[in-house]
């Protein structure tokens, strides 16, 4: 059946330091992925999409990758700050669905 | 993107009770979609919430458990019907598109619900 999953259930890095969050897919036909990252106590929050015929997309310290040939996608946070501590989900649309990956921990030590 | 609002925030109910949650938002929208978030867990889709028609749920959830409403593009009900503990769950609502991104889903703030 169809899955996101991700490697790492919880990272924990330095203030300052570069975080890389980690998803695999299972469905060769997704064509939509998006991050969210999800605060205690709030609603996720939309972070950084990407279609698949990119292989790379940056926003605001945030830059996600795509890899089609092994369905693998990630996230990556330049420059993590405290504020940046949530979980955050890997997700793909295929027709006007969601399907969330199980969530990262990103825990960040001042 | 749009502005969404649920309605309680958060609730304490009796087991057998029922409640309903109510998800605002700021513009009018085509989709409507309702999730439950389990403690600790990532979110699962409960159902399409239609407007003008029945809602489309998901493997796994049933019209009677969680019947939904849509009366027009900017509002929409979910209620937990007959509850156990195992109702116990983060419950979200999203909607569809906003701005650029017409396919992206944003969500609300979510309405966390205790069954004793």
């Known amino acids: 059946g169809e899955s996101v999953g991700l490697h790492l259930p919880t990272l924990s890095v330095q203030e300052g330091d570069n975080s890389i969050i980690n998803c695999a897919y299972s469905?060769?036909?997704?064509?939509?992925f998006i991050w969210y990252k999800q605060e205690s106590g709030k609603g996720p929050q939309f972070i950084i999409d990407?279609?698949?015929?990119?292989d790379k997309r940056q926003g605001q310290r945030v830059t996600v990758l795509l890899n089609k040939t092994v369905k693998h996608l990630s996230l990556q946070i330049a420059a993590t700050q405290p504020g940046d501590s949530a979980v955050y989900f890997c997700?793909?649309?295929?027709?006007?669905?969601?399907?969330f990956g199980q969530g990262t921990e990103l825990s960040v030590k001042p | 993107s749009a502005v969404i609002s649920q309605k309680p925030s958060r609730d304490i109910c009796q087991r057998g009770t029922s409640l309903t949650i109510q998800c605002q938002v700021d513009?009018?929208?085509?989709?409507m979609f309702w999730y439950r978030q389990q403690p600790g867990q990532s979110l699962t889709l409960i159902a399409t919430?239609?407007?003008?028609?029945?809602?489309?749920?998901e493997s796994g959830f049933v019209i009677d458990k969680f019947p939904i409403s849509r009366p027009n593009l900017t509002f929409s009900t979910l209620t937990v019907s007959n509850m156990s503990p195992e109702d116990s769950s983060i419950y979200l609502c999203?909607?569809?598109?906003?701005?650029?991104?017409?396919?992206?889903?944003?969500f609300g703030p979510g309405t966390r619900l205790t069954v004793l």
């Open positions: 999203s909607v569809e598109g906003g701005g650029a991104r017409t396919d992206t889903q944003y």
């Open positions: 469905n060769s036909a997704s064509d939509y």
């Open positions: 990407i279609r698949s015929n990119m």
């Open positions: 997700a793909y649309n295929q027709g006007g669905k969601l399907i």
């Open positions: 513009s009018q929208v085509t989709m």
């Open positions: 919430a239609n407007q003008g028609s029945e809602a489309t749920y």
